[in-house]
């Protein structure tokens, strides 16, 4: 710690950070633009200026960018002088001259850094009189509006975009007042992490075009803290809602998760939640196959009926509903008869994963800590596609070791410009070992591109390199060369991380990568192990456990089963159509609760409506094993509602019917003491600040009175939501809650995003009162896991055939997010890629359409031929609806069509 | 009076071939370097009191000391000389670049050895054309007799030179935004500390010199410290050169001891103003410095003398400003210039001068007002030194802030009268 003295007040602040982060830590408020707190200092807009004194005797001092001077014991500054105010005030001065001063049509209006600033600086009035430059604005795709006229310069979304999200195709062009941030051509933004950008420009050039589209202002919009249900990664989000649409997505911060940032599937995959294929009531197929709507009420009352009679009920639970949800099927059917609802296959790789997690005595780490680690190999993972946010940190942290560098200098590491000159385009000891070539290969100091099984046989040679004792496996040269790279780098690293994942729907690569982060544990280095799994709340259905749904199909063939609970599940998106058509064949009576029409759905002969994230509270657990609480975001006027709300309607057991998301939460901790933790996920519903309940929507939400008038003009009485803390309504605590609780950043002066500076503990650190979120499993240091052993032969197809492998697509290959407008214009056209060597001897080519046998049924594909692809072996794209049921690999042939 | 930078320059505009520079000691100050070790050679040039030449006049042999040992900060390492000369009014490497290429490559591979770069670059302004063709063949003529290349003349000091043609930018000019360019990257300034001689080019320690200065070095060590000292008229060692460019009677560039008075150079160098033109003002170093008056005429041009009257040496070349030429007009075509070439980065600088520039030409032509004057008092102390992120601006407000302290009422007269009155 330091002592700096602020207008000649003594405050302790953190060593070795910079004035303008050490001044927003301790409350002050000090105008800037340029320096984001995960981007660090440039010191380029000149916004922070304070004046530095020599010493107490030194009354003049001089003006310097707070951003860029560094804290250094008894350091003297002052926010406050004349001097330092009046140049702060002529900065802004400065840069609105060009400012179209659209505030009155701007989307960012009410939420904009600018706006804060400049009212913050005290500028007031223009005496800038001539003509302002305009620039033309560019069509970026699907996700970003453009407009550049509003551009303030600050340089943030190049460094965004280019510099911490490594995106090619964006920049700075043109020089003095003249400059523009956009692309060379109008085009769709290629980098997954665009979306980030409306929340790093200051201002309103980059701002959701997906808001824009059913616009509302932000301060209408009711809000509540969630959690992003595409991927196991857990994002911490906050969505809105206005008239019963869901408008927008932004990041919620959390230091331990994803900091500053979300990926754009996350950010724009929500508009399923508004589709046209929602089911908002009851719905009921007679056996003519004709669809009828129900009151909830009558629906309730055939299915208890229903329930009563039958003699065999099973419960087909969902990675992708919340603990509760899958509790209370499980509470209504009974274990025995609780089925997990994903594959055999699939639910071993969790299994494993979560054996490991528990047994190995290595750390996961979380997402965000995942950038401190030195050196990381990912084995058979295309991160950005599977987890896409992981990416972004390990980007970060395969500059780890080139920083060093820099450190070495005395360059502080906020110093971001400096940092960035003297590691130059330097490759950390990232290794990346796929199938095919990844979105992270760019970051990557080597690749490795091989059959799943080489991969897996090539993680067992690295383990056994470090360790001998790890089982030894034969590899040929070119892989022994990389297992040897892979290995000195991470033997050579202080925290060495591996990353696996069950994408490829490989036991033995699971079993590789634990082999590795055993054997850097035995040579005493804190390694980390970072699993994916396929859904947001797969990990915790694997604790709930229950068989998986490849038994609960057996468990019918067998017959007695007269009626089945499906939860938020499309059966056909787990096993092949034929296998799941015979299950409803055999059951007479199927219930689905899901919130999207679906196949399953329209086998069932009830169909439940139930709310997705948006309408539901609950818990999930993400990859890393953390529980985490998402909180309903709105009350929706149909007769949607959470599953567990739902289920509750059905058990037995009248305390449990009865009880709110708290009393839920309590019976399942009791019968799982492994989950206990989610107690602690957040505070229960009656948490109160003082009196007060957290409101959802700000002081600054208008219409409330008006918005219903034309249906009822007296006000109608705000919904109650007995599940939460937080109320539907602008009345309530005005101030920090607990973070977990958080369902928008403000704070007087900081309508913007930045304010969540306010929430901090300390600058890009820990939320007041700790971050959202539980651990569930730690490390133990008693753990003796052994090696595993079970190194696989490369199983290759037989001539003439390929081995079909899956290709994840961050946009497609989840299954909500592709009922999203925004994302299906980004989604893949459906494709088989084959290597080069197998196109020259099957005699297609590039852009050829050829048709596949995938279990019966023949699907169409385009064909790209391309050289990352190993000989044997083609990729399809993973999770497209007609093929997602499919289990990986399999071997088929491809025919070429002939027009 | 000795002239040792430009003495054997052809008048004929040609250069200086490699055999003719050696007939005249060329490549003796390498060979006697060659003889010392780096750090003698650095103390050598120290003592020489050689300041750079570019504007700052940083001390030479300092800069070069700050360069960490390759004990401390292992090789490669590299000297840039800066050869990006786009000072408004500034001619005078040029000539050094034309005339004599082979003197600026002894005083690079000098200081390469100094400072132990394996590799330096000549960064050429691209308007330069004939120098490029000049130094291209000084280089091969210098690597076809050893003075480049492996082992240089048996020392065991290994060296590679190259020119690198600047795609035109006056910010290249700045030391940091020139190594940027350098790198292909856009020509924005970068962030000091770290400075480039512990991190300068593609983040390896660098020292970029400016052409005169590294053409000063070969006769520091072939002639020796107190020779070069006792060129000079003033503390500071060597020769300068001055050029003068106006209504005088010979326009041109001269080769001076440095410290000069300044109303020699103009008086008996330059021929003094043309017939019926009254000295009104001048900026004694290139567009980026405050004007002097002619109560300042006696001042020596020398970097500690012209800062006591108000303004800089600069790049030693001076622009006289007549009584028939209007000041606002020749502010306001500078301040276009710097506007111009502002590299966007920073605020100041990028809005400041475009707004500057647009309230001279309103004044220029009759549409100021008074409240401008105010409005330019407040920008060219919001653009002051250290404001900015790099010294464009600030120098841009030198020749602004001088002038609407010596000429306000000719400023006042533009508004009053709404109209320029020298038109």
């Known amino acids: 710690m330091a002592t700096i003295y602020i207008d000649n007040v003594p405050y302790q602040v953190k060593d070795g950070d910079n004035m303008l982060s050490a001044c927003l830590a301790l409350g002050f408020n000090i105008t800037y633009f340029c320096w984001h707190p995960a981007l660090h200092s440039v010191g380029a807009c000149r916004q922070c200026a304070i004046v530095r004194y020599r010493d107490e005797n030194d009354t003049r001092g001089r003006i310097v960018m707070a951003c860029m001077e560094p804290v250094v014991d008894q350091a003297r500054i002052s926010i406050e002088s004349p001097e330092a105010k009046k140049f702060r005030t002529q900065n802004i001065e400065s840069l609105m001259i060009n400012h179209p001063h659209d505030c009155p049509v701007c989307d960012e209006g009410g939420e904009c850094h600018l706006q804060d600033m400049t009212v913050m600086s005290g500028h007031n009035y223009r005496r800038y009189r001539f003509k302002k430059r305009t620039h033309l604005n560019q069509y970026l795709g699907p996700f970003l509006h453009h407009e550049m006229n509003r551009c303030i310069q600050c340089y943030r979304c190049v460094r965004f975009y280019n510099d911490y999200a490594e995106g090619k195709d964006f920049g700075v062009f043109a020089v003095h007042d003249d400059v523009y941030f956009g692309r060379f051509t109008p085009g769709v933004l290629e980098n997954e992490f665009s979306g980030n950008l409306v929340e790093v420009c200051p201002t309103g050039v980059f701002t959701d075009k997906t808001l824009r589209k059913h616009y509302t202002r932000k301060w209408d919009l009711t809000n509540a803290p969630t959690i992003c249900h595409h991927c196991s990664l857990g994002c911490n989000i906050i969505a809105s809602e206005r008239y019963g649409s869901l408008r927008r997505i932004l990041n919620r911060y959390n230091g331990e998760v994803n900091g500053y940032f979300i990926c754009d599937r996350g950010r724009f995959g929500y508009e399923h939640v508004n589709s046209e294929r929602r089911i908002r009531h009851a719905l009921k197929q007679d056996p003519a196959g004709q669809w009828q709507g129900m009151k909830t009420k009558q629906a309730l009352a055939e299915i208890q009926q229903k329930l009563r009679a039958a003699r065999k009920v099973i419960g087909i639970g969902s990675p992708r509903a919340s603990l509760e949800s899958n509790f209370l099927l499980q509470q209504l059917v009974g274990a025995d008869h609780f089925y997990a609802g994903v594959s055999a296959k699939q639910a071993k790789l969790v299994q494993e994963v979560l054996h490991i997690m528990q047994n190995s005595g290595v750390r996961t780490p979380s997402l965000k800590e995942t950038e401190s680690y030195d050196a990381i190999l990912v084995l058979g993972e295309d991160v950005t596609h599977t987890a896409p946010m992981l990416a972004l940190t390990l980007r970060q942290a395969a500059k780890n070791q080139p920083k060093e560098k820099a450190k070495a200098l005395k360059i502080a590491e906020w110093n971001d410009a400096a940092v960035r000159e003297v590691i130059q385009g330097q490759k950390g000891p990232l290794f990346i070992a796929a199938p095919y070539a990844t979105r992270l290969d760019d970051a990557a100091r080597a690749c490795h591109r091989a059959h799943p099984d080489v991969l897996a046989q090539l993680g067992f040679a690295v383990a056994h390199q470090i360790d001998a004792h790890a089982p030894t496996v034969e590899t040929s040269g070119a892989v022994q060369a990389f297992v040897s790279q892979v290995a000195e780098a991470l033997q050579a690293a202080r925290k060495p991380l591996i990353v696996a994942g069950t994408s490829l729907m490989h036991e033995a690569l699971i079993h590789a990568a634990a082999n590795v982060a055993l054997a850097l544990k035995k040579l005493g280095k804190q390694s980390g192990l970072f699993y994916i799994v396929p859904e947001v709340n797969s990990l915790g259905l694997t604790m709930l456990g229950g068989q998986d749904l490849d038994a609960a199909l057996e468990e019918v063939e067998k017959g007695g089963v007269d009626m089945a609970i499906v939860l938020e599940n499309d059966l056909y998106r787990r096993l092949p159509a034929e296998r799941v058509d015979r299950f409803f064949q055999r059951v007479p009576t199927v219930v689905v609760l899901d919130a999207l029409a679906n196949r399953t759905g329209e086998k069932a002969q009830y169909v439940l409506p139930a709310g997705t994230f948006a309408e539901s509270s609950g818990t999930v657990v993400n990859n890393e094993g953390r529980a985490q609480r998402f909180y309903q975001v709105f009350k929706p006027h149909d007769d949607i509602r959470s599953s567990w709300k739902w289920l509750q309607q059905f058990v037995n057991d009248s305390a449990l019917a009865q009880t709110n998301l708290d009393g839920v939460i309590i019976r399942l901790t009791a019968a799982y003491p492994d989950l206990k933790g989610i107690l602690e996920a957040a505070p229960g519903a009656d948490f109160r600040v003082g009196t007060q309940k957290i409101p959802r929507e700000p002081h600054r939400y208008s219409g409330r009175t008006a918005m219903l008038a034309h249906i009822q003009v007296s006000e109608p009485k705000p919904p109650e939501d007995p599940d939460s803390p937080l109320s539907f309504t602008m009345e309530g605590y005005v101030g920090t809650p607990p973070a977990p609780l958080t369902p928008f950043f403000w704070s007087p002066g900081w309508n913007s995003v930045q304010s969540v500076n306010k929430y901090q503990q300390e600058i890009a650190g820990m939320l007041k009162g700790g971050n959202p979120g539980k651990r569930l499993i730690e490390a133990s240091e008693q753990a003796t896991m052994s090696y595993f052993t079970d190194m696989p032969t490369v199983s290759m197809p037989p001539n003439g055939q390929l081995s079909i492998w899956p290709a994840y697509h961050i946009f497609g290959s989840e299954e909500l997010s592709a009922q999203s407008a925004p994302i299906q214009e980004r989604i893949p056209e459906p494709y088989v890629a084959i290597s080069t060597a197998d196109a020259a001897k099957l005699q297609v080519n590039e852009g050829m359409r050829v048709q596949m046998q995938l279990n019966g049924t023949t699907i169409e594909l385009t064909v790209q031929v391309r050289n990352d692809i190993p000989e044997g072996l083609a990729a399809i794209p993973a999770g497209w609806e007609a093929w997602a049921g499919i289990t990986y690999p399999f071997f088929t042939t491809l025919n070429p069509i002939h027009s | ?423």
């Not at chain 2, 150079?265 to 001048?282: P, T, W």
């Not at chain 2, 919001?382 to 992120?389: D, E, L, N, R």
């Open chain 2, 1 to 423: 009076m000795e002239r040792p930078l430009t003495e054997h320059i052809p008048l004929d505009g040609s250069w200086l071939r490699l055999k003719d520079y050696e007939r005249v000691g060329g490549y003796q100050g390498l060979r006697e370097a060659l003889k010392l070790t780096p750090k003698e050679v650095i103390d050598r040039v120290k003592d020489a009191g050689l300041r750079g030449r570019g504007g700052a006049g940083f001390a030479t042999g300092l800069k070069w000391s700050l360069v960490p040992t390759v004990d401390q900060i292992p090789q490669p390492r590299y000297l840039i000389a800066n050869g990006d000369e786009m000072e408004p009014g500034t001619f005078k490497d040029r000539l050094l670049l034309e005339g004599n290429p082979h003197q600026l490559i002894e005083g690079m591979i000098i200081a390469s050895y100094a400072i132990q770069a394996d590799y330096s670059y000549v960064f050429l302004r691209w308007g330069y054309q004939f120098a490029e063709k000049a130094l291209q063949e000084a280089i091969h003529e210098a690597y076809q007799a050893g003075y480049l290349g492996k082992n240089i003349l048996g020392s065991g000091f290994s060296h590679e030179l190259s020119v690198h043609i600047s795609a035109g930018r006056y910010i290249c000019g700045e030391e940091t935004a020139l190594i940027n360019a350098l790198e292909g990257k856009r020509a924005n300034p970068r962030t000091k500390p770290p400075f480039p001689v512990v991190s300068g080019f593609f983040g390896r320690p660098t020292v970029v010199n400016n052409i005169e200065t590294l053409s000063n070095v070969p006769h520091i060590l072939s002639k020796g410290v107190s020779w070069y000292k006792s060129l000079s008229k003033c503390e500071d060692g060597g020769t300068k050169l001055y050029g003068v460019s106006g209504k005088v009677k010979k326009p041109g560039l001269w080769e001076l001891p440095l410290g000069t008075s300044f109303r020699e150079i103009l008086e008996e160098y330059a021929g003094g103003m043309l017939d019926g033109y009254q000295f009104r003002g001048a900026l004694p170093g290139g567009g980026s410095t405050d004007f002097i008056t002619a109560e300042h005429i006696d001042v020596a041009m020398d970097y500690n003398s012209v800062p006591k009257v108000g303004s800089r040496m600069g790049t030693g070349t001076v622009i006289v400003l007549d009584d028939k030429t209007c000041v606002v007009g020749m502010v306001l075509n500078l301040e276009h210039f710097f506007a111009q070439e502002s590299c966007g980065w920073c605020t100041p600088c990028r809005e400041g001068l475009p707004w500057t520039e647009k309230l001279l030409l309103a004044i220029e032509e009759g549409r100021g007002r008074m409240e401008d004057l105010k409005i330019f008092d407040d920008l060219t102390r919001y653009m002051a030194p250290g404001h900015t992120f790099c010294a464009l601006a600030p120098g841009a407000m030198e020749p602004l802030q001088s002038a609407l302290k010596h000429f306000r009422e000719d400023f006042e007269r533009h508004i009053h009268e709404h109209r320029c009155p020298w038109k």
